[in-house]
């Protein structure tokens, strides 16, 4: 069964820095696209950064771009975002999912982890 | 970005009511349309993908319709476990975006 499972949020302060942490087991994670999606009350569900199979392809939301870094360890199975220089809007749980289907047909995320808690205050 | 709007902002129903929820875009998006289906503290779960086609293993009581801008999420005889928020995603162009989100919650 395929799983995701996020670690690494917790309260920091403005302009600090986190690296959150996804770990996947269940499926070929080097063949897989993978994604970060963050929630607020506000925004509601927020698309952050997509990083290729092979980590040689990233793209972040203009929300993010310059602050956030996407990356990947194949041979670990896991998913990372170095978040730097990070602000209170960017207070919000933290989703990692896998990217379905192709660029012809479509895509989708399946499955999902349940989330880590990313809290920016003084 | 394309924009997707999403209504109503939420719903009352009781179990075996048929319940609707649309979804349209800012621009079109052919069939590049998803459905999730969240409840508090789970991982977001995918319920339709490229508009119409049912994630193996979900319900037959959802199915997802439309084309271009213009979008529908329907249950057909709503359960006590479907209860929750139901969010659009384009995947048509990056920055993939949701729509606002429709909590459904027990009339």
């Known amino acids: 069964q395929m799983h995701l499972v996020e670690s690494g949020g917790g309260v920091v302060q403005p302009g600090r820095s986190l690296r959150l942490s996804c770990a996947a087991s269940g499926f070929t994670f080097s063949s897989s696209t993978l994604h970060w999606v963050r929630q607020t009350p506000d925004k509601g569900l927020e698309w952050v950064a997509e990083i290729s199979s092979d980590g040689s392809s990233k793209y972040y939301a203009d929300s993010v771009k310059g602050r956030f870094t996407i990356s990947r360890d194949n041979l670990k199975s896991t998913l990372y975002l170095q978040m730097n220089s990070l602000r209170a809007e960017d207070t919000a749980m933290y989703y990692c999912?896998?990217?379905?289907?192709?660029?012809?047909?479509?895509?989708?995320?399946?499955?999902w982890g349940q989330g880590t808690l990313v809290t920016v205050s003084s | 970005d394309i924009q997707l709007t999403q209504s109503p902002p939420s719903l009352s129903a009781s179990v075996g009511d048929r319940v609707t929820i649309t979804c349209r875009a800012s621009q079109s998006i052919g069939n590049y349309l998803n459905w999730y289906q969240h409840k508090p503290g789970k991982a977001p779960k995918v319920l339709i993908y490229v508009a119409s086609s049912l994630q193996s293993g979900v319900p037959s009581r959802f199915s997802g319709s439309g084309s271009g801008t213009d979008f529908t999420l329907t249950i057909s005889s709503l359960q006590t476990e479907d209860f929750a928020t139901y969010y659009c995603q384009q995947t048509y162009t990056i920055p993939y975006t949701f729509g606002q989100g429709t909590k459904l919650g027990i009339k």
């Open positions: 999912a896998r990217d379905r289907g192709n660029d012809d047909y479509g895509n989708w995320f399946d499955p």
